[in-house]
């Protein structure tokens, strides 16, 4: 099994401009979601998906856009890029567990730099 | 929500035990607690869970204060591959959603 797969690893953008953060998982987990991680800070929720179809807001979702169309798939969308979307992103899958107590796996990060 | 205190760092010789402390003091009655660690360059991993007895797995041991307030992730053995950081991470009920502080970053020495 490959987990978490997220592509591309690096990116530069320029402000302005445009992308979308690509994150796979074949694990058939319901549960999708989106960190981001600043220098010397722990990670921030963006967005999450409890599955196909349903996606909400996490703690920092302004500048960024999501969906979810299949179970596998849950991209990230950057419309407009400011210099303050660079960090370090990463993307999360588990089974959904309304107790809590699932585990997840984190896929191994996109480091995006805006100019 | 529950929050989390832990000490921003820890040293360690290698092939010592360490202990990583937590406290949650907030924390509800049915809230588990979750460890994940962070190494270098990589994204998190999970360690262990717990929600009120000790808990061992092959990686880590989780000690839980009687009254839930604090909790004691343990590292038999330190290796060169357990420095990281260590976030101690007590999920809102319900919900798969993490909250993350800024953990302990653990130093191994050899």
């Known amino acids: ?115 | 929500d529950a929050k989390t205190t832990q000490p921003n760092s820890m040293e360690s010789n290698e092939e010592e035990p360490v202990h990583l402390p937590c406290n949650h003091s907030t924390i509800s009655g049915t809230d588990y607690i979750h460890w994940y660690r962070q190494l270098p360059s990589q994204g998190p991993e999970y360690v262990i869970h717990g929600l009120t007895s000790n808990v061992n797995n092959r990686m880590a041991s989780l000690a839980i204060a009687e009254d839930r307030k604090s909790s004691t992730l343990i590292l038999h053995r330190a290796t060169l591959r357990d420095a990281a950081v260590y976030y101690c991470i007590p999920p809102k009920t319900g919900a798969n959603n993490l909250f993350f502080g800024t953990g302990t970053r653990l130093t191994v020495i050899p």
């Open chain 1, 1 to 115: 099994n490959a987990g978490v797969t997220q592509t591309p690893k690096f990116q530069v953008l320029k402000t302005g401009q445009s992308m979308t953060l690509q994150c796979a998982q074949d694990m058939n987990h319901e549960y999708m979601s989106w960190y981001r991680q600043d220098p010397g800070m722990g990670l921030r929720l963006i967005h999450y998906s409890v599955g196909a179809g349903i996606t909400d807001q996490g703690e920092v979702p302004n500048g960024y856009n999501v969906s979810r169309s299949t179970t596998e798939d849950f991209p990230l969308r950057l419309l407009s890029a400011a210099p303050s979307q660079t960090s370090v992103y990463f993307c999360a899958s588990s089974f959904f567990d309304p107790g809590g107590v699932t585990e997840a796996f984190f896929g191994q990060g996109t480091r995006l730099t805006v100019v």
